[in-house]
C-alpha cells in the first residue's frame, strides 16, 4: 500500500521534471524530495502534461508516473460544484479546470504544499480561503539554476 499523499505538483513542474531542457528542470529537481512522495496530482493535470508535450515526449511522462512518484487522485462527480465555485470565485484570475481541481484536491486532503512554477496564480489561491499554499521551488529558484 502507498504512503498518503505529502504534496501535490501541478503541470508546469511536471513537464519540468520529464523534461532537461525546461528553464525550471533544475529547481524542480531539487524541489523533488523523498520526503515529499507521493504526490497528489488529477487527470486535468496529466491531460494537460500530455497535450503540451512536444512530439514523442510521452515516453518521460509515463516512466514518471510508473515510478509511482505521482498519485493519481479523482475527482468525484459530486464535487463539480465546488470546482465550478472555486472557478468563479478566482474568474478574475482565471483559475483553469486543472488548477481548480488541486486546490480541491489540497482541501480535501489537507495538503498545503505544491511544486508549481505558476507562482502567481498559486501565490493567491487559498485553501478553505485562508490558508496559503507553500509553493515549491521558491521563485528565485530559477534564477539560481
Known amino acids: 500500500m502507498l504512503p498518503s499523499p505529502r504534496a501535490l505538483i501541478d503541470t508546469g513542474a511536471i513537464l519540468a521534471l520529464v523534461d532537461r531542457g525546461d ?8 524541489a523533488f524530495r523523498p520526503e515529499l512522495l507521493p504526490l497528489a496530482t488529477s487527470e486535468a493535470v496529466l491531460t494537460e502534461c500530455f497535450h503540451l508535450l512536444p512530439a514523442g515526449g510521452a515516453s518521460s511522462l509515463w516512466g514518471f508516473l510508473r515510478s509511482r512518484a505521482i498519485a493519481l487522485v479523482p475527482i468525484g462527480e459530486d464535487e463539480v460544484p465546488e470546482l ?10 482565471p483559475m483553469d479546470f486543472a488548477d481548480a481541481t488541486l486546490v480541491l484536491l489540497a482541501r480535501r486532503l489537507g495538503i498545503r504544499t505544491i511544486l508549481t512554477v505558476d507562482h502567481s496564480d498559486f501565490e493567491t489561491y487559498r485553501i478553505q480561503g485562508r490558508q496559503p499554499f507553500r509553493i515549491l521551488p521558491e521563485r528565485s529558484a530559477v534564477t539560481r539554476a
Open 23 to 30: 528553464r525550471w528542470h533544475e529547481a524542480c529537481k531539487a
Open 84 to 93: 465550478e465555485s472555486l472557478m468563479k470565485q478566482y474568474g478574475d484570475r
